[in-house]
């Protein structure tokens, strides 16, 4: 069974249809990446996954494991183990980023008919993934995200995916903004959260970051459609020659 | 004690339902005549056994309540009421003083049990908190007296107040509020029935919270209450009001005075939890909330700061004020005012800056949701001997959908130049931004307008004492529930 099966996803924003018809198949424990130049549709197909208001399917289906995704609310699929790392991660003033990561934990629990986490057994348990991911809790204890720089924003998402352990990651442009130590240490921690179910899905413009997380497919997305796909030569080809050919006029 | 994430995880434990409090407790129950007169004022000053002086008060208010005009200043609109059609007293039979615990009527107990207030002593939070439980119009019981009266802390109803301290109580009653302050007050001076009465005594830091629960459960009565506070010199109090009152059809009328006083280098804190009965969706029945609480910073360097979360009331009427009399005194005022339906509330501060350098600070909250209203009415006035007086306001305004309204009407009047007032307001809507993060992480849309509307007050609600925090949070999710579609 896959993770993840779209088929002729058509998704309008407003009046315009921004998808137009994508095909895409995630096997369980497989990272595929998308890439695609500016206003190509790739925050668009991770906001209709994830079900954001606003953003009407008008054609085609989406699967995630064995159920229909498009049938749930934001939350549930959430619950069911969908989880988009932010490009613009956003600002929650007054709640610490450890209460939220809180609440988030235990919908997931009641979502599962389990008992919520104890607050000091779920203390110790962001504390050891933070040291996994060889991150500091510190910005836990802030506000969510306010005043975060660019970089402390995505680790931070990058945290709150090692908690919430999902079955599906998108990550949309999560090494936009990052230093060079930074992106490594992201990426380390993508790799770390690497297991034979877990699956992922990265939006990125930048083939550095493949060096680093490896994925097992590469797909060009343009014009609200994946237009190529491939294995890892695909972005090196896309670094050399830009996005010419798929920008409508090839 | 700041809302940590523990506070945050206790709240989720507790059920999260519609107006739980709306029970009403079968008893048997004295009442006066409904109507207002001489004689029912009589009749009320008799049953408490009280002094001439005080019937005298009673009566000159009463007096000058007939010559005055029920305000319509504020932004709240409500039935005229039939003051009339009204029950000035009613009191459980047989309860009249009761000595201890024991002699209290097992029902009103139970009650105060479903409340999540219980009146045994070994009971209550581990000795931090001593209660003093008003049903109606009588005080049913007070908690750890003995324990407090061993500090010399009187912490007793006013009626008792009025019989046992009677110079104490001559000497403050309407010294804060005088009788002919307002309608509400001047009423409520001519009828009070009961509430708590406090003396902290010279140099004691009181270290138990003391909290006062109001329970409204008879039918078309009006509740009275008068609270009076006094920290002597170099004395401590904090003091939490919490209250509730059963679902009803018709209106119910809550008229209370609250006066506080602190001495030199005193510090009373006041916390509110206010619970009324909201009324349903469509505005039906529901508490008019008409209450005037002020206090008086008499000495030097003395202190006083009310913090209040107002969730319930179908209108609330009600400015906390402090008259900085004392030079270098302060006046704090911390609000979260959540409206939802059909809920009109017109709240604020006044912050009277009498001596020299008084400094006081202003932190609002307004949050309306569903066709609510919610008005912020400030008033800021520097008098010319308050040399040097400060005072920072801020006034934030949270808007759930597009049908409900914020308004924030500061008056300010500084006479000394020297004077520093600032004021800041902003106005904010739940961002889509904001529900669709909470939600891709799995909160479901209730869920994330609870936490981010706590959030939205966090600074207001880190003032209250860790036992009040914990409830607030979660009235805070109760009284946002069907405000997101
Ligand atoms: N809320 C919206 N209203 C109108 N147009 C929108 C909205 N959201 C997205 N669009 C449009 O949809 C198109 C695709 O946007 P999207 O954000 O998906 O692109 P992207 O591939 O993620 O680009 P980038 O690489 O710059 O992040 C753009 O033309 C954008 O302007
Ligand atoms: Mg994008």
């Given at each position: 069974m896959s993770i993840l099966s779209i088929e002729n996803l058509h998704a309008n924003v407003g009046e315009t249809e921004i998808l137009r018809g994508i095909n895409l198949k995630i096997e369980p424990g497989e990272v595929h990446a998308v890439m695609g130049p500016n206003g190509s549709g790739k925050s668009t197909l991770s906001y209709v996954l994830a079900g954001r208001d606003g953003y009407c399917v008008t054609d085609g289906s989406v699967e995630f494991k064995d159920i229909d995704l498009l049938e749930l609310e934001a939350d549930e699929r959430a619950n069911e183990g969908v989880f988009l790392a932010f490009q613009y991660p956003v600002e929650v003033p007054g709640v610490t980023g450890m209460t939220f990561l809180r609440e988030a934990y235990n919908s997931r629990l009641r979502y599962e008919g389990k008992e919520e986490a104890d607050a000091m057994e779920f203390l110790k348990l962001v504390r050891s993934k933070a040291k996994d991911l060889n991150m500091s809790?510190?910005?836990?204890?802030?506000?969510?995200?306010?005043?975060?720089?660019?970089?402390?924003?995505?680790?931070?998402?990058?945290?709150?995916?090692?908690v919430l352990e999902p079955k599906l990651a998108i990550l949309d442009e999560t090494d936009s903004g990052l230093d060079i130590d930074a992106l490594k240490l992201v990426a380390d921690g993508v790799n770390a959260l690497r297991t034979n179910e877990r699956s992922m899905l990265i939006i990125t413009h930048y083939?550095?970051?493949?060096?680093?997380?490896?994925?097992?497919?590469?797909?060009?997305?343009?014009?609200?459609?994946?237009?190529?796909?491939?294995?890892?030569?695909?972005?090196?080809?896309?670094?050399?020659?830009?996005?010419?050919?798929f920008d409508g006029k090839g | 004690?700041?809302?940590?994430?523990?506070?945050?995880?206790?709240?989720?434990?507790?059920?999260?339902?519609?107006?739980?409090?709306?029970?009403?407790?079968?008893?048997?129950?004295?009442?006066?005549?409904k109507g207002l007169n001489e004689d029912i004022i009589r009749f009320i000053s008799a049953k408490k056994e009280e002094p001439d002086w005080l019937l005298e008060w009673r009566l000159k208010a009463y007096r000058h309540w007939l010559t005055m005009d029920e305000p319509d200043w504020a932004k709240v609109g409500y039935d005229k009421i039939d003051y009339q059609d009204l029950h000035y007293y009613a009191a459980p039979k047989n309860i009249d003083r009761p000595k201890s615990l024991d002699e209290v009527d097992p029902e009103l107990l139970n009650t105060y049990e479903k409340l999540g207030i219980p009146l045994k002593e070994q009971e209550l939070l581990s000795g931090v908190v001593?209660?003093?439980?008003?049903?109606?119009?009588?005080?049913?019981?007070?908690?750890?007296?003995?324990?407090?009266?061993?500090?010399?802390?009187?912490?007793?109803?006013?009626?008792?107040?009025?019989?046992?301290?009677?110079e104490l109580v001559k000497k403050y009653i309407g010294s804060v509020v005088p009788y002919s302050d307002n309608y509400f007050a001047t009423l409520n001076s001519a009828v009070f029935t009961d509430g708590s009465f406090v003396y902290v005594p010279k140099g004691l830091r009181c270290p138990m919270e003391l909290s006062t629960y109001f329970r409204i459960n008879a039918e078309n009565t009006g509740?009275?209450?008068?609270?009076?506070?006094?920290?002597?010199?170099?004395?401590?109090?904090?003091?939490?009001?919490?209250?509730?009152?059963?679902?009803?059809?018709?209106?119910?009328?809550?008229?209370?005075?609250?006066?506080?006083?602190?001495?030199?280098?005193?510090?009373?804190?006041?916390?509110?939890?206010q619970n009324w009965y909201p009324g349903d969706e469509n505005g039906k029945g529901g508490i008019y909330n008409f209450v005037t609480k002020r206090g008086a910073c008499r000495g030097e360097n003395s202190k006083i700061s009310w913090t209040q979360v107002e969730t319930g009331s179908a209108v609330t009427w009600k400015y906390p004020s402090c008259i900085l009399q004392g030079d270098n005194s302060i006046g704090e005022f911390y609000s979260v005012a959540i409206t939802n339906n059909a809920q009109q509330a017109d709240t604020g501060t006044k912050m009277i800056h009498l001596g020299k350098n008084t400094r006081s600070t202003v932190i609002s909250k307004g949050i309306s949701a569903g066709r609510a209203d919610n008005t912020y009415r400030g008033l800021v006035k520097i008098?010319?001997?308050?040399?040097?007086?400060?005072?920072?306001?801020?006034?934030?305004?949270?808007?759930?959908?597009?049908?409900?309204?914020?308004?924030?009407v500061p008056y300010i009047e500084s006479r000394n130049p020297s004077a520093r007032v600032e004021h800041e307001a902003t106005t904010s809507k739940i961002s889509e931004d904001q529900m669709f993060y909470c939600m891709q992480r799995g909160l479901s849309s209730e869920a994330a307008v609870s936490l981010i509307v706590n959030g939205f007050c966090k600074e207001v609600m880190k003032e209250l004492p860790m036992e009040f925090a914990v409830e607030a949070q979660k009235l805070i999710g109760i009284s946002l529930e069907g405000s997101v579609g």
């Open positions: 809790d510190d910005m836990l204890k802030r506000p969510v995200n306010v005043g975060f720089s660019g970089g402390e924003k995505k680790r931070n998402e990058i945290l709150q995916m090692a083939q550095r970051l493949l060096d680093y997380i490896k994925p097992d497919h590469v797909h060009v997305l343009a014009r609200g459609q994946i237009q190529r796909s491939g294995g890892k030569e695909l972005a090196l080809e896309l670094e050399a020659n830009g996005y010419a050919g | 004690m700041s809302i940590d994430a523990n506070t945050a995880d206790r709240v989720k434990e507790l059920e999260v339902d519609k107006y739980k409090y709306g029970f009403v407790t079968d008893i048997e129950m004295e009442t006066a005549p001593a209660v003093d439980a008003v049903f109606d119009s009588v005080s049913v019981a007070t908690t750890y007296k003995a324990k407090l009266t061993e500090m010399g802390v009187i912490f007793c109803s006013i009626s008792e107040a009025v019989r046992e301290y009677p509740q009275f209450e008068r609270t009076l506070i006094i920290a002597d010199d170099g004395a401590y109090v904090s003091y939490l009001e919490g209250c509730t009152a059963p679902q009803r059809d018709e209106n119910q009328l809550h008229a209370a005075v609250v006066e506080l006083v602190t001495l030199d280098n005193a510090e009373i804190k006041y916390s509110t939890v008098l010319p001997r308050a040399e040097g007086a400060r005072n920072f306001t801020q006034c934030d305004s949270l808007l759930i959908g597009n049908k409900c309204g914020a308004h924030t």
